[in-house]
């Protein structure tokens, strides 16, 4: 039993429930694609992103065969780290989310910007504004939209108690 069947329903948010089940399945599909970037040495198997990466760092098509090499390699902690936290997601979403846990909420939220806030940071650094623009925008919104979503019955609760 995964303990969610006794928690207090959170009827009072409309689409609670949508955004938790959302939450639930991007949280598999996001775990999911970091284990194929170990699998497969690369963020997407058609080699968009590797070709970006080598347009913007050495003005050239793709990516060398030593700069494959590397990136292949550096793909697996990301990889890694990735899975790892998005099953971390997921065990909070599916148990601490019904139950209305603030610290929970706070603490996916907190993790997604400043993940955002340093990745975005240090690639407009590096002048790697097609990560910010192919990878964080769209994560932000896929992971953040339901946050919004979700917040009033956090909030709601701690204005309660």
Known sequence: MDGSATSPLPTD?????FWRTYLLVVSVVFALQGVSWMLFGS??????YNSLMARAFWGAA?????????FSFAVVP???????YFLL???LV??????????AYWAVAAALLLWFSLDTGFS?????WFNVVVVNIPCLAVMGIPLIGMHRAFVSLAIAR
């Open 13 to 17: 948010v409309p689409h609670f429930w």
């Open 43 to 48: 963020f997407d198997p058609f080699g968009f």
């Open 62 to 70: 793709t990516l060398t065969p030593e700069a494959q090499k590397t």
């Open 78 to 84: 990301l990889g890694a780290t990735t899975t790892s």
């Open 89 to 91: 997601v997921h065990v």
């Open 94 to 103: 599916k148990y601490a989310f019904p139950r209305r846990e603030r610290w």
């Open 124 to 128: 407009v650094l590096h002048g790697a």
